[in-house]
């Protein structure tokens, strides 16, 4: 492919996309990015699908109207390396639209990263490294569901693909070169894990800002909250803070916790019920889902309180402990640099705490490849 100026098609009809799909089955692998907005939604609105075959870059217009079922089968079925630059946004879109994820799929970012190239290197920085290529990125954040597309977001969109097709092969050399594809198919394998992209609605408390403000009661309560407002945003397709503003939820969380100190014991159904009532909740007037959401706190409260959720905040670590982790990330990055490996792709400073505080826990330090290369840090005394 001519990366400065590939040949370009447009995909806006049934024939051109079958078109697509068969060049699909010819290519060896397929880069591939998109543009989206979620402002507005719940559920990202793909706004122009660019994917790189051999010799030409496809723009699908879903705008258009187009079924592009055809397609995600096509992309989630087929043994070719999909190839995405910090690619979770993408990666996210994909399982949403297809029900599954690509069974194999190369993030230019992370090989970077294993390579010492930089850690989470821009695509950008990532393009002028090896291609020698400097990319206009203004239009990152132009409004891609407007029509018809500028000119200049179509160059901007072409280029950020074809380039990509020109990342793939010089970093496949180097990771074959240097002995890590093996490490990069591990990588890989833990990003494309379904589950980091599908939280249970009973976690997403943990996202709340503010949250540590709450004692154990209001975090019980919150947990409820939380889950009420994932469920109604993906009903309704609009955003969480569109549906339920956290300060709104937390200060709800405050009050029916004070309640239930006040009392010394859970509060009634009807207690809190009255309290959603009066708070800035999404139910307005509608007693019935006010009714079920009081009763569902008061069932959680009125649990073990053993079962609420809880803070995960790592130990206090006495002085000595933090000098040897200080210890251990100044050995860590000496072990980077000779290895040629970005140090956050190799350890972060939280995971080597982590381990230090429970040394016989699994976690990915100890396994895989980076068990041979971290066991002197790990293993030396302390």
Same mark, same amino acid.
């Given at each position: 492919m ?7 098609r447009?995909v806006? *009809?049934?024939?051109?996309?079958? &078109?697509?799909?068969?060049?699909m089955?010819m290519?060896?692998y397929l ?6 907005v979620?402002?507005?939604?719940y ?33 989630v079925? *087929? ?6 630059h ?8 994909i399982?949403? @639209?297809a ?6 799929v190369f ?7 294993l ?6 290197? /821009? ?7 090896l ?11 132009s ?13 901007? @969109? ?16 180097r990771?074959?070169?240097t002995?890590?594809r ?7 394998a833990?990003?494309?894990d ?5 939280? /249970?609605?009973?976690?997403r408390? +943990?996202?709340i ?12 309560v919150? +947990? ?7 469920r109604?945003a993906?009903?309704?397709? *609009? ?7 956290? +300060? ?11 309640? &239930? &100190? ?15 009532a009066?708070?800035?909740s999404?139910f307005?007037?509608?007693? /019935? ?8 706190i008061a069932?959680a409260?009125?649990?073990d309180?053993a079962?609420?959720? *809880? ?7 006495p002085?000595a ?5 200080k ?5 860590l ?5 000779e290895?040629a490996?970005?140090?956050s792709?190799?350890?972060?400073s939280?995971e080597?705490r982590?381990?230090?505080?429970n040394?016989?826990r699994? /976690?990915?330090?100890?396994q895989?490849?980076?068990?041979q ?6 293993q030396?005394?302390?």
């Amino acid at each position: 492919m001519n990366h400065e100026h590939p040949q370009v098609r447009f995909v806006t *009809r049934p024939e051109e996309l079958a &078109a697509l799909i068969e060049a699909m089955n010819m290519a060896h692998y397929l880069p591939l990015d998109t543009e989206f907005v979620r402002e507005r939604t719940y559920f990202p609105q793909l706004a122009l699908l660019q994917i790189a075959t051999t010799d030409t870059v496809w723009l699908v217009d879903p705008i258009a109207g187009l079924d592009l079922t055809p397609f995600w089968h096509e992309l989630v079925v *087929r043994d070719t390396p999909v190839v995405l630059h910090a690619g979770d946004q993408d990666l996210d879109l994909i399982l949403t @639209a297809a029900g599954r994820l690509p069974p194999q799929v190369f993030d230019t970012q992370v090989a970077a990263e294993l390579l010492g190239i930089g850690g989470q290197l /821009s695509y950008a920085a990532l393009t002028e490294a090896l291609l020698g290529t400097r990319l206009d990125k203004g239009e990152t954040r132009s409004d891609w569901l407007a029509r018809p597309l500028s000119e200049t977001q179509l160059n901007y @969109a072409v280029q950020d693909v074809a380039q990509l097709h020109a990342l793939y092969p010089r970093l496949e050399q180097r990771l074959d070169e240097t002995g890590r594809r093996d490490w990069m198919t591990e990588e890989m394998a833990r990003q494309c894990d379904p589950a980091r992209f599908t939280p /249970s609605d009973e976690q997403r408390w +943990q996202k709340i800002r503010g949250v540590q403000t709450l004692n154990r009661a209001g975090l019980a309560v919150l +947990q409820v909250l939380a889950a009420w407002r994932e469920r109604l945003a993906r009903e309704q397709d *609009r955003p969480r803070r569109w549906v339920w503003g956290d +300060q709104a939820m937390l200060d709800l969380a405050h009050a029916i916790a004070r309640q &239930a &100190a006040k009392a010394e014991q859970a509060p009634s159904a009807a207690a809190i019920t009255d309290q959603i009532a009066r708070a800035r909740s999404p139910f307005g007037r509608d007693s /019935s889902a006010q009714d079920k959401l009081g009763q569902e706190i008061a069932a959680a409260l009125g649990g073990d309180c053993a079962d609420w959720p *809880r803070l995960s905040r790592p130990p206090a670590m006495p002085p000595a402990q933090r000098e040897l982790v200080k210890s251990r990330q100044s050995k860590l990055v000496a072990l980077a640099e000779e290895q040629a490996i970005s140090p956050s792709r190799l350890a972060t400073s939280a995971e080597l705490r982590q381990q230090l505080a429970n040394p016989d826990r699994p /976690s990915r330090l100890t396994q895989g490849w980076r068990a041979q290369l971290l066991a002197p840090i790990l293993q030396a005394p302390d």
